[in-house]
Nanobody, 122 residues
Framework: QVQPVESGGGLVQTGDSLRLSCVVPGRSITDYRMGWFRQAPGKERKFVARINGWGGDTAYTDSVKGRFTISNDFARNTVYLQMNSLKPEDTAVYYC???????????????WGQGTQVTVSS
């Protein structure tokens, strides 16, 4: 069973930073295209960032460009989402996803984690 596992969420203040981590136990991240999505209270889950499992190509939603960075650590078999200059509107449950397609759509991903809460206070 392929089950991404997220960690690193928490409660921070506006302007702070957080780094989210995602591992896929028993699997190599190089086997997948990896993405981060988020779901704010009462809203639909939306794309945040994606990366090829083997590194290289990345993509971001406009609202996080210049503040968030997605990256791979092959030695740790981990995908990171570094979030800087956090804003209250970044508050959401953040989900890691793994799939075979290069996509910003939920439908492009086959496996999802349980999510980690990020709360940014003003």
């Amino acid at each position: 069973q392929v089950q991404p596992v997220e960690s690193g969420g928490g409660l921070v203040q506006t302007g702070d930073s957080l780094r989210l981590s995602c591992v896929v136990p028993g699997r190599s991240i190089t086997d997948y295209r990896m993405g981060w999505f988020r779901q704010a209270p009462g809203k639909e889950r939306k794309f945040v960032a994606r990366i090829n499992g083997w590194g290289g190509d990345t993509a971001y939603t406009d609202s996080v460009k210049g503040r968030f960075t997605i990256s791979n650590d092959f030695a740790r078999n981990t995908v990171y989402l570094q979030m800087n200059s956090l804003k209250p509107e970044d508050t959401a449950v953040y989900y890691c996803a793994a799939g075979s397609r290069w996509s910003s759509s939920e439908q492009g991903y086959d496996y999802w984690g349980q999510g980690t809460q990020v709360t940014v206070s003003s």
